[in-house]
């Protein structure tokens, strides 16, 4: 059997960030798992996500990198706990002053990042194996 292909997506405008979105929809982090790093203007988080694309119940861990960031905001995000868990339910993009913009992280729960950004600069990759999980996400209607 060949081995799953690991994604690998880059994003260089709001399009691009909307594949991103939708491949780290129900992608569970920890908190300590979120990394900023403002002299390097770059913000990585590490995830667990779940392989829509896989047709099958499977988890990888995946890094979600940005670039040319120049602030970031949490909201009922509790950072004093390293261990919380949070479910990625979207990743928005408001333009500013071009190329820059907001991007929001929405998570389930209401607590979000707001992340601005000189210009759209992101990197999605899987790290690791896909393992199985026997549950596939789901959502209240």
Same mark, same amino acid.
């Given at each position: 059997? @060949?081995? #799953?292909?690991?994604? *690998?997506?880059?994003?260089?405008? *709001?399009?691009?960030?909307?594949?991103?979105? %939708?491949?780290? *929809?129900?992608?569970? %982090?920890?908190?300590?798992?979120?990394?900023?790093?403002?002299?390097?203007?770059?913000? =990585?988080?590490?995830?667990? $996500?779940? &392989?829509?694309? %896989?047709?099958?119940?499977?988890? +990888?861990?995946?890094?979600?990198?940005? !670039? !040319?960031?120049?602030?970031?905001?949490?909201?009922?995000? $509790? $950072?004093?706990? #390293?261990? !919380?868990?949070?479910?990625?339910?979207?990743?928005?993009?408001?333009?500013?002053?071009?190329?820059?913009?907001?991007? =929001?992280?929405?998570? @389930?729960?209401?607590?979000?990042? &707001?992340?601005?950004?000189?210009? +759209?600069?992101?990197?999605?990759?899987?790290?690791?194996?896909?393992?199985? =999980?026997?549950?596939?996400?789901?959502?209240?209607?």
């Amino acid at each position: 059997m @060949a081995k #799953p292909a690991r994604l *690998q997506l880059l994003a260089e405008d *709001q399009d691009d960030l909307a594949v991103i979105s %939708a491949a780290l *929809q129900d992608a569970v %982090a920890k908190v300590g798992d979120i990394v900023f790093e403002a002299k390097a203007r770059r913000l =990585t988080i590490a995830f667990n $996500r779940f &392989r829509w694309e %896989a047709g099958a119940r499977q988890r +990888v861990r995946s890094a979600l990198q940005l !670039g !040319g960031v120049l602030s970031v905001q949490a909201r009922k995000i $509790r $950072r004093d706990r #390293p261990d !919380g868990v949070l479910e990625l339910l979207t990743i928005g993009f408001e333009p500013q002053e071009a190329p820059g913009g907001l991007l =929001t992280l929405s998570f @389930a729960g209401g607590g979000d990042l &707001r992340v601005q950004i000189e210009c +759209v600069d992101a990197v999605l990759a899987d790290i690791s194996e896909p393992w199985p =999980t026997p549950r596939e996400p789901a959502h209240d209607a």
